[in-house]
């Protein structure tokens, strides 16, 4: 079984609309973070969602995590072109070091 | 900002031949990390680092790889005889002791093995 799995695996929206993805996990986590990679490029950290919290905010970005279905939603409102790229959830188990799980990444296509 | 760096951003090598890929983690964190991505599919975890020794490496991180960090900035992941199928983007990250702000990675080298 996978550890972090997103869906849709793509998603194409016009710009000003909004993007909503989801990110599913298996075993307990400590933090769940979001990441953006742009075409062959490296990862972005975007938002970090601990495991006692239930939803984040940074800019245009919320995050939400429910611990009981093991799920995490990214939402971008008001898109832009430039928000194209793939995004990937990632969680960890906590302890300082360890590593990250990543899932499979959906690619948003945000068309002007 | 900090940020990590990486070098060669892209490398090219023979097929059983020795790579070292090099990165500067950002300079006050202490836990640095490899990932790899293989073109088209999901990250994945190679080996985390801490106090001058491997903390945690994943079933990929065989005998062909190993880690060191030479002097107090530099963090090196050495592939002994590269394989075709070791082609992939090779991601270095770094983060603090508790990572309030996530970890940071670097833009990645590309390594083409032929």
């Known amino acids: 079984s996978q550890q972090g799995e997103e869906d849709p695996q793509a998603l194409s929206i016009q710009e000003g609309e909004n993007a909503t993805m989801n990110c599913s996990y298996k075993t307990s986590i400590n933090n769940l973070q979001w990441y953006r990679q742009n075409s062959g490029r490296g990862l972005v950290h975007l938002i970090l969602i601990r495991s006692n919290e239930r939803e984040k905010h940074s800019g245009r970005l919320r995050v939400t995590l429910d611990t009981s279905k093991k799920s995490s939603s990214l939402l971008i409102t008001a898109s832009r072109a430039a928000d194209t790229a793939s995004y990937f959830c990632a969680t960890d188990k906590g302890a300082s070091g360890s590593r990250l799980t990543f899932g499979e990444g959906t690619q948003l296509t945000v068309n002007p | 900002e900090p940020e990590v760096t990486q070098t060669p951003s892209h490398q090219v090598t023979q097929m059983g031949q020795e790579v070292i890929l090099r990165c500067v983690p950002i300079?006050?964190?202490?836990?640095f990390y490899w990932y790899r991505q293989i073109l088209g599919q999901k990250v994945e975890f190679l080996v985390s680092?801490?106090?001058?020794?491997?903390?945690?490496k994943s079933e990929i991180f065989d005998d062909q790889f190993s880690v060191e960090r030479p002097d107090g900035s530099n963090f090196t992941l050495k592939i002994r005889s590269t394989k075709l199928e070791d082609s992939a983007m090779y991601f270095c990250?770094?983060?603090?002791?508790?990572?309030?702000?996530?970890?940071?990675f670097g833009s990645g080298t590309r390594l083409t093995v032929v």
């Open positions: 300079s006050n964190h202490l836990y």
């Open positions: 680092f801490y106090n001058n020794e491997i903390s945690e």
């Open positions: 990250a770094s983060s603090d002791s508790v990572r309030i702000y996530g970890y940071t």
